[in-house]
């Protein structure tokens, strides 16, 4: 091996998220800002590699270490490398930091509070949360490697699970309380829906017939890297939803042979309207989103290699049911990869 030094794992990570904040240091003198205040748990997750709770902010500067505030209960960020750590212990500590600059701000996680302080202070604050996640839209193999672990989870929980003839609710806690056994979480509220057309529905006490279509839409967290799948179980529902059933699957197909890089979501859904169109259904939502540390995350740019997005058509008829069919797919220079595809139809 010569003079070559092997790093360990916790030294590969941290030059990972040195990296990052590289990345979106260089993109910062071009929007005109001095610092970036980051508020989202994801976001500083993705930055740092810590796990904060909520409430917790992260400044970053044009150059040196970021700072990390912290409430003076969370000891725990002690071990976090490449940050100065803040405990928030008086109220002008942030806007010392901040004060005469130009701040970009997530405004869609901010709380008001801070942000009227912030305002009170003359602090030049610009809206700035498509420009901090930016980076977040193409996955390293890390990242991949953390949404095919989420998945397989959702794929061992629902495997296990037997549906019909209990209620709705009962089997969307019991897949929840799957993923809590297997280590990790729910990454939304999952969906268990049998014989409604209603799209986000909420589990009630309906018992699920198999006379009926039954929609499940979950997904489990790991790392907080989140899975989302949809799948609709036919029963014995008969050939009408077998019909619309393998619809929605031609439909699916045919999105996902598009997808690759330089084409944009909005091709992508221009293109399940039409498809939709000719088979004679309406169109209810989009077709797909970006996935990853949050179940929805942005895709700004026309599609490029390593990005991760769902693609889920459906159908919906009213008073009737509904299918979805939802799959993860790897956005690759070749054909896309399916990362889902061995969840139970």
């Known amino acids: 091996m010569g003079n070559r030094t092997i790093l360990d794992k916790s030294a590969i990570l941290n030059m990972v998220f040195q990296n990052r904040l590289n990345a979106l240091r260089k993109i910062m003198p071009a929007h005109n800002l001095d610092s970036l205040l980051l508020s989202s748990r994801e976001d500083i997750f993705y930055y740092t590699g810590y796990k904060t709770p909520e409430g917790n902010l992260l400044a970053i500067g044009g150059a040196g270490k970021p700072q990390l505030f912290v409430s003076p209960l969370d000891n725990d960020a002690e071990k ?3 940050v100065n750590l803040v405990y928030f212990q008086k109220s002008d500590q942030l806007t010392k930091l901040l ?3 130009n701040v970009g701000y997530d405004e869609n996680s901010l709380i008001t ?9 003359h602090i030049r604050l610009k809206k700035a949360s498509e420009l901090i996640k930016n980076p977040r839209e193409i996955k390293d193999q890390e990242e991949i490697e953390n949404i095919k672990q989420a998945i397989n989870i959702t794929k ?3 495997e296990k699970t037997d549906f019909y003839n209990k209620s709705e609710i009962s089997v969307a806690n019991r897949i929840e309380a799957g993923f809590k056994l297997a280590g990790t979480d729910k990454a939304f509220d999952t969906i268990i829906a049998n014989g409604t057309s209603s799209i986000h529905h909420m589990p009630d006490n309906t018992k699920i017939k198999s006379s009926k279509p039954t929609i499940f839409d979950l997904g489990a967290k790991y790392n907080w890297y989140c899975s989302d799948v949809t799948r609709t179980y036919l029963g014995k529902s008969g050939k009408f939803w077998k019909n619309v059933w393998d619809d929605v699957k031609e439909m699916q197909e045919e999105i996902i042979e598009a997808v690759r ?3 944009s979501m909005q091709d992508l859904q221009n293109l399940y309207k039409s498809i939709s169109e000719k088979k004679k259904y309406k169109v209810h939502h989009y077709f797909g989103h970006g996935i990853g540390l949050d179940v929805h995350e942005q895709i700004t740019s026309p599609l490029k290699e390593n990005m991760v997005i769902t693609v889920e058509p459906g159908v919906y008829l009213k008073y009737k049911g509904g299918v979805r069919i939802e799959d993860m797919v790897l956005v690759k220079k070749g054909r896309p990869v399916v990362l889902s595809s061995k969840i139970r139809y």
């Open 80 to 82: 976090i490398k490449g």
């Open 99 to 101: 004060k005469n600059q």
């Open 113 to 121: 509070g801070r942000f009227l302080n912030l305002h009170k202070f």
């Open 156 to 158: 061992k929980v629902l």
């Open 261 to 263: 890089p330089g084409v």
